[in-house]
Structure formats: C-alpha cells, structure tokens
C-alpha cells in the first residue's frame, strides 16, 4: 500500500469519526427541534454536554488533515464550494455558542433565539454533508488543471439534495439511537420511535439514492464487484442496517446505537471503495478529476504526518474512551448542566 | 472593489476577532491549574469557589473561541486557494498536528474539568484543567509554527511550482519559530492575569469582603508583573532581534527607520509622513536600536529607502500598532508594579482607585496582542509568504467579489452580535454568587 493510498485511509477515518461522533450531536440538535420543554430541552442539550466539542474536532482535524495531505483538494473544493462553505459555518457557529448562551439569561424571547440556532444549525449542517458529499462523488466542472467552473446553484441539483436529505435522515437516526440511551420513560420511548422513523427514511433514501448514482455516477459502479472490500462492506451495511430497528424495538438501545453507528461507517466506507483512487469526480471529463495522486503533497510530507497521526490518534481515542466512560448513563443535572 | 483587498478584509476580521479569545482562554487556563491545584491539595473552599468562577468563564470564552475557529481552519482554501496550493506541502502539516495534538486534548479535557467536577475523582479533576493548559500550549504552538513559516520560510525547495518539504524540522523550527512562540505566549498569560486580576476588582468594587475577588487579585496580580517583565524581557526583545536580523524591511517599518544608517536611534514617539517616508516631531534616542538589535552601538541598520518600493510594507500602520504595544507593555510593568508594591504594604485589596484602574484595564493587553499581531501581519506585507509569493497572487480565482462581500458583511454582523453578548455576559457572570457588602444595606 502506497501512502496515498495511507492518507486516503486516514481522512477517510477522520471523515468516518466525525460522522459517527459529530453525526449524533447533529442528530441530537434536529430532534430537539421537537422537543417538548423546557425541562426536555435540558435533556437533549446535557446528554451531548461534555462530549460535543470533542467531537467537533474530528471535522477541523481532517480539514487540517485534508490540507496536509491532499492541498489541491482543499483548495479546489473549498473555494468551489464557497457559499456552502460559509453556510456550513455559519451553522456550525450558531450551534456551538448557543450552547453556552442560552442558559445565561431568562426569558422566552431569549431561549427561543437559542433554541433556533442549536435546531436549525444542526439541521443545515447534517444537510449540506450529504450535500457536499453527492457533488464530489457526481462530479463538479474542473478541467484538465483543476479549475472549477460552476455555481452555487449547481451544487444544489436533484441528486444531491437527495443524498442532502438521506445523511439528514442517518443522522436523525443516529441522534435518537443516542438519545435512546441517554433518557428514561416517556422521552426514551419517542426516542426509540424516532430511532426506527429515522432508520426506515434512511434504508428507503439509501435505496433510492444507490439507484439514482447509476444514473448519476456510474464511474462509482465501475469494477466494483471486483472489490473484495465492496461486499465486505455492503454486508456489514446490510447487517447493521437490520440490527437497527431489531435492536430499539427490543430496548437493547446500545446495540441498536452501535449498529446505527456501524451503518454509517459502512455508508462512509461504500461511497470511499466507488471513489477511490479519486477524490473529486470532474464532470466534464472523468480524466480531469482530482486523485489520491495528482493532488497529494509530497511523500516526505506524507511520511511526516502519519507519523504525528500515528502518534497522536491512539492518545486521542484512549482519552476519549475514559471520557465517554465518564458520562456514560442517563442524564443527570448538577450546577455544571447547562 | 479588488476581490485580494476583500478577502484580506475577511481575513483580519476572522482572525482578528478570534484571536481575542485564546490568549484569555490559555492565560486563564494556566492560572486555574494553579488555583484547582490549591483547592485539591488544601481543601480550602475560598480555592474551590474561585476555581469554579474562573472555571464557568474559561468554558464560556472556550467556546467562542471555538466557534470562531471553525472558519479558520477551511479560509486558506476558501479564500486563499492559490496560497493553498503553493504551501501545501508544508503549511497543511503544523494545521494537521493542531488538530491531532491539540484540539483534541483542549476539547475532550475541557468537557471532563467543566463536567466531571464531583463525578472524577480530584487529581483527574485537577489533571482534566492541567491537560487543557497544557493543549491550548500545544495548540498556539502549531499555529505560529505555520504563521511563522509564512514569514522566515525554511526547510523546503521550490519545485513543480510550489513549496515542497525538505527539512521537517527546519520548517517546525523555523528561524522566528521560538522567538514568537515564547513572546507571545508570555502575552497570553498576561491577558490571563489581567483578565483575572479585573475581574477581582470588579468583585471587590462591590463588596470588599469578597472572598473570591481577594483570592484572585492576590495571585493575579503579582503573577501579571512576572509575565508583563517577561514578555518585553526578554522574549519581547529576542523576537525583536529576530526580526532585525531575518526581515529586514518589516524591522525598519515598524521602528520608523526610512534612511539606511550606522548608529541608528531608537524612536520613542514620532508622527508617520508617508510620502516621502519620514517622521515628524519625533524624540528618539541616538545609537540605541543599533545596540539593541545588534548589540552594537555604531551597528549599520538597513532603513526603508534601501529596498525596493514593492517590497515594502506599509508604514503607518505597522510603526503605529508596534509602537502602541510597546507602549502598552511598558504601561503594564507600571501598572503591576504598583500593585506588588500595594500587595506587599497590605493594601491592595483597600485600595479602590487601583482596583477602579485594573477593571478598566481588562482589554488592554488583549489590544496589544492585536497591535503585536497587526504589526507582525501587516509588517509581512506584500509576502504572503516572505520573498516566495505575494498576497496578490495568492486568492481565489474561483471565488467572486459578491461572494466575498456576502460572507464578510456575514461574520462581521455574526462577529458584531457575538462580542458584544460576549462582553455582556461576562460582565455578568463575573458577578455571580456576589453577596451585598454590609455598608451597602445599610445605604439600601
């Protein structure tokens, strides 16, 4: 295995880390869309808590990661993407302060400004993902150097707000499998509701979205079968995704939150195994796109970062570990809650 | 209007409004390792109740600070793709590292301090505030790594038409690697002990008795004069040597040196005349920059009228933000001065026009980390990376002047609404838990 191959493994498990961790807070936040009071609001907002800003890093860190290893195509597609971008930001930023706000002043005016931004921002975030996710994988304009030619509206076609609306629903669907966990009685129960509603979007999106790609991207169908890792990860979709609903009708809520859990992991891994080599599909010409090697920084670089990668990330998951252990259980307030 | 001027704005604005917040959050962050440490080992509850103020603060400055540094990780992209494309190989390392090295470790052992009190045993509980000291240390580490590669590039060869990695090392160490890294965060454990040391007074203002607020100035204020020494000497004065010796151009900008000279004077104060560069009403000290930087007297210093007129970084801007943070550090070597002398005579926490003189001295040295950065920035300028590639040519193609525009007037409305709840919101957090002083209800 080369080290292109190396580093399109590691964003790819940072990618992968931040949809499963990041994908249950955002998750968390549509839901608390619905919730029902003040107090629930309470809930969702302590159950993700300490663990949120953690998780939040698996995002920046393979931003960084991206720029480290593969520079063309964080500046190809960052700038491609501009308004998106700013969007996402924009939602990530409203979700995170308003952490911290919302409690500091009473009044409904108050809550309710807060309320919006934690909901709404969680939403146009677990959105533009998949968003984002279907224009690389469809193909924006780049030509034979990498210049993009498109719009922001272009970014916005039928395919892709299709993927858009399936990741919002895996993420709901990871959010309520997590809140299922965390919560008690009446709320753990229209969690566990919101668990199967989530799942059976997800499973009836991801159906349709997998048919529309062979119209979409058939470059990702091409050889496919070949790929022992293909069907290793299909079975594992497959397995997890019949897990899921088994699992939360039958209260075993950790379960069905590790398969939730392992369904993304092997979404995320499918859609690397029909990309790989490449990064970003060209829609004007499949010979133009951006790969693992005509965008790659140099082996020195490469060989530099995976030894900080190799370093650092076992430090990372075992302190994350501990502190997941820490507040595992249901929700219980302190002075320290929010 | 020029898209380059436009992105530069977004950029200043992005980056300078973020930077507010981590030198709070590290210098902070150093001194609850001290007080929880306090609180730990003693039992003393007056520790335990300051630490837990100090601590809500620290949590809540954190993230602002967080979700106003989510946009700086994807704008060399965004913004610079070009940049982008020609540091690449080297810039995108020390980001990666950020995130793996530091990020993590601030974040995750921030939720376990802010969370876990009760619930952790104390030596975690202590160890969860040491490791987010120790990761925002990390964190501002990487960061001027990459910062400070932009201005004394080193360690790479310019091949297939960008900067490709030669010596990871030498581009890590670069030669203002140390020299920045040390001076500013000295800065930012001086932001620290100012921020606490004003929010003690603003507590003792308005109860004499609070137990916290004397707790706090006690240890604010004699640990701001140790770092407001340090800073100017010598970190201060090594990065500043530094600078005379590897960019020249930005030495004489912000020393107001215009005419090549041996024996150079150092200007204390001087009015900026741009065109022709000269200064006016100045009082300046004969011989004395020359010794400074090159420890010689009669040293030859290199003035502005010796480089080309495009490769040199605008003048009034750079003298101006250099020398108002010089002026600033030497205000705060008085200023804490002052207050040792008043601790040590037993009449600090008495003293109410002192205590008055240190709330209102809370964003002083956050502004001076904005003047260091300003002339520090701006001083690169017309590099983006010094003597490799210019700012001119380092923006998106790809990305029109009404998108810029867009998302400048949107963070800087978002920005607008944030500091001013920011600044809000401490105030009155600042004050919880105060109980009324005595004579007050009396007056009541």
């Known amino acids: 295995m080369d080290l292109n191959t190396i580093w399109f493994l590691l964003v790819g498990v940072l990618i992968t880390g931040y949809a499963v961790l990041d994908g249950f807070d955002l998750g968390v936040g549509v839901l608390y869309l619905f919730a029902r009071s003040e107090e629930e609001r309470r809930i969702y907002l302590n159950a993700i808590g300490p663990v949120w800003d953690g998780n939040e890093v698996w995002l920046l860190t393979g931003g960084g990661a991206l720029f480290a290893a593969f520079p063309i195509v964080y500046a190809t597609v960052f700038s491609a993407f501009y308004l998106a971008m700013m969007l996402v930001v924009v939602a990530l930023i409203a979700r995170a302060v308003s952490f911290e706000f919302r409690g500091k002043l009473q009044g409904p005016g108050w809550k309710r400004l807060w309320n919006g931004c934690f909901g709404l921002g969680s939403l146009v975030a677990a959105l533009l993902y998949g968003v984002a996710v279907a224009n690389l994988v469809r193909g924006i304009p780049l030509d034979e150097v990498g210049t993009f030619s498109g719009s922001f509206i272009g970014l916005l076609n039928p395919f892709a707000l299709l993927c858009g609306i399936t990741g919002l629903a895996m993420f709901t669907m990871q959010g309520a499998a997590y809140m299922a966990l965390k919560t008690e009685g009446e709320l753990q129960g229209r969690m566990q509701a919101w668990t199967v509603r989530g799942w059976t979007a997800f499973v009836t999106l991801y159906a349709v979205v997998t048919l529309a790609t062979v119209f979409a991207a058939p470059h990702v169908f091409a050889g496919i079968a070949a790929k022992p890792l293909f069907w290793i990860l299909l079975l594992a979709f497959a397995a997890a995704a019949v897990i899921v609903p088994i699992g939360s009708r039958a209260a075993r809520y950790g379960r069905a939150f590790l398969a939730s859990s392992l369904s993304i992991v092997s979404l995320v891994g499918l859609v690397a195994v029909g990309m790989f080599p490449r990064l970003v599909a060209s829609s004007v010409d499949l010979a133009f796109s951006l790969t693992i090697y005509n965008s790659a920084s140099t082996p020195r670089t490469q060989t530099a970062m995976l030894v900080i990668a190799l370093i650092g990330m076992p430090l990372v998951l075992a302190y994350s570990a501990y502190v997941y252990m820490v507040f595992k259980g249901k929700v219980v307030f302190d002075d320290a809650s929010y | ?444």
Not at chain 2, 30 to 40: I, K, P, S, T
Not at chain 2, 207 to 235: H, M, Q, S, Y
């Open chain 2, 1 to 444: 209007m020029d898209p380059v001027i436009l992105s530069r704005i977004q950029f200043a604005i992005t980056a300078g409004f973020h930077f507010i917040f981590p030198p709070i959050t590290i210098g902070l962050a150093w001194l609850l390792v001290y007080v929880e440490g306090r609180a730990w080992r003693s039992r003393d509850p007056v520790y335990e109740r300051t630490g837990k103020l100090f601590g809500k603060l620290l949590g809540f400055t954190f993230a602002v600070g967080v979700a106003t540094g989510i946009l700086l990780e994807f704008q060399f992209g965004t913004n610079w793709a070009r940049y982008s494309k020609f540091v690449g190989d080297i810039f995108g390392a020390p980001l990666a590292a950020e995130g793996i090295f530091a990020f993590f470790l601030e974040s995750t052992f921030l939720g376990l301090y802010l969370f876990g009190r009760g619930r952790v045993p104390k030596p975690v509980h202590w160890f969860s505030i040491l490791m987010v000291a120790v990761g925002s240390v990390i964190s501002a580490f990487w960061i001027l790594v990459a910062n400070s590669w932009q201005q004394t590039p080193a360690g790479f060869a310019i091949r297939n038409g960008r900067a490709e990695l030669e010596s990871f090392w030498a581009a890590v160490f670069n030669p203002s690697t140390l020299p920045r890294f040390f001076h500013t965060i000295v800065a930012t454990l001086l932001v620290g002990a100012f921020v606490m040391a004003g929010i003690a007074a603003y507590r003792l203002l308005k109860n004499g008795a609070d137990e916290i607020g004397r707790c706090a100035l006690k240890l604010a204020v004699p640990w701001g004069l140790v770092t407001a020494i340090l800073v100017v000497f010598p970190f201060g004065h090594w990065h500043a040597q530094q600078v005379a010796e590897t960019q020249p151009e930005k030495f004489a900008a912000i020393e107001g040196l215009y005419t090549s000279q041996r024996g150079a004077p150092l200007v204390l104060f001087g009015l900026v005349h741009v065109e022709p560069p000269e200064l006016r009403a100045k009082l300046e000290v004969p011989g004395l920059l020359s010794l400074m930087a090159f420890g010689d007297p009669q040293a030859p210093i290199r003035g502005i009228d010796e480089f080309p007129a495009d490769e040199v970084p605008p003048l009034w801007i750079t003298f101006v933000s250099f020398h108002n943070m010089v002026i600033l550090g030497l205000l705060f070597i008085a200023l804490t001065s002052w207050g040792v002398v008043k601790l040590w005579r037993k009449r600090l926490v008495e003293s109410r026009r002192y205590l008055r003189l240190l709330l209102w001295s809370v964003p002083l040295p956050v502004i001076a980390c904005q003047f260091g950065w300003v002339a520090a920035e701006v001083g690169r300028q017309p590099w983006i990376v010094y003597h490799l590639l210019r700012t001119g040519d380092a923006h998106s193609l790809t990305v029109g002047t009404g998108e810029v525009l867009f998302s400048i007037l949107t963070f800087g409305l978002i920005y607008l609404f944030l500091g001013a709840l920011w600044v809000y919101l401490m105030i009155k957090e600042a004050g919880h838990g105060l109980e009324p002083a005595i004579g007050q209800e009396v007056m009541a």
